[in-house]
């Protein structure tokens, strides 16, 4: 429901989009789909092969529609595929399904390539499996377009993020910029045996702060808190064990953001 796909579908000229401009390549995919067509690799979430479809059959057959196609042997082989070039579509896992939808949108050459949910419903260690692919074809430079709903996942892999609620864009840039914008206070703690709420009040960047018998909690928008901390504890005398900093996720700013007031939001 927040708009991820019908965007994807938009941007590879499926879907015509209500308002706006769309250009990729250069080209608004609306009016120009054939001319991108050799330039595009897309991975749709709806995308279901006939089950008794051979995996060597599928690879020949979208070899077939390109003029200057990857060699797919290759492509299977690195995909740890090779084994099952025989073997129907029906017969694979969901991850080796997923590992070759990306091979598929591979063939192509693309010079980028749109994946669309690509991990759902995948067991962590397949999905684990498949961001390892996922960062050697960014390492190879290509630009990989994709949807999720794994914050840990567009943490991992995104260059840069574009959160939509709602169809409505709720932040954009790279994910530190992302948790910057939601405005998430760093956590301080550590344990001492001395009543140091004196201490914590001369702390000036700190935005709250508790002491709760030995554990102590220090909410705070910056990094120098904890040097100013230890210097204090340190001219003090004060000993304390276990400090820790817990940094915001992207995961909180998803949350945080989505849920504040935004102008024009759908309610």
């Known amino acids: 429901g927040a708009g991820k796909t019908t965007t994807m579908e938009c941007m590879i000229g499926l ?21 991108l067509f050799n330039d595009l ?9 006939q089950s008794a479809a051979k995996v060597i059959e599928l690879c020949e057959l979208f070899s077939s529609m390109y003029p200057k196609p990857l060699d797919y042997k290759k492509l299977l082989g690195r995909f740890d595929l090779t084994g099952k070039t025989r073997s129907s579509v029906g017969s694979l896992s969901g991850g080796q399904r997923q590992k070759l ?21 995948l067991d ?4 684990r499996e498949i961001w390892t ?11 990989i377009v994709m949807t999720t709903h794994y914050m840990e996942e567009a943490a ?10 709602q169809g409505q864009v709720v932040a954009c840039g790279t994910v530190d910029e992302v948790i910057a914008k939601a405005n998430i206070d ?14 914590l009040k001369a702390l000036s960047q700190a935005r709250h702060a508790e002491q709760e ?9 910056s990094e120098q808190t904890l040097t100013d901390l230890v210097l204090a504890l340190s001219a003090a005398q004060i000993d304390y064990r276990k400090i820790t900093i817990t940094y915001p996720q992207l995961e909180e700013a998803f949350l945080k953001l989505v849920n504040a007031p935004q102008k024009g939001a759908v309610s």
């Open 133 to 143: 692919y996922i960062k050697q074809l960014q390492s190879e430079g290509r630009t």
């Open 156 to 165: 991992f892999l995104c260059d840069q993020i574009c959160l939509i609620n």
């Open 124 to 127: 962590p260690g397949a999905r």
């Open 41 to 49: 690799g897309v991975q749709l979430q709806e995308t279901v092969y």
């Open 213 to 221: 018998d030995s554990l102590v909690h220090i909410y705070t928008s």
């Open 101 to 121: 939808a990306v091979v598929l949108a591979l063939i192509a050459n693309p010079r980028i390539v749109f994946l669309d949910e690509l991990t759902t419903g």
């Open 186 to 199: 760093l956590v301080i703690t550590f344990e001492t045996d001395s009543d140091v709420r004196h201490l």
């Open 15 to 35: 879907k015509k989009r209500t308002a706006g401009q769309i250009t990729v390549l250069g080209l608004d995919p609306e009016q120009n789909r054939r001319k």
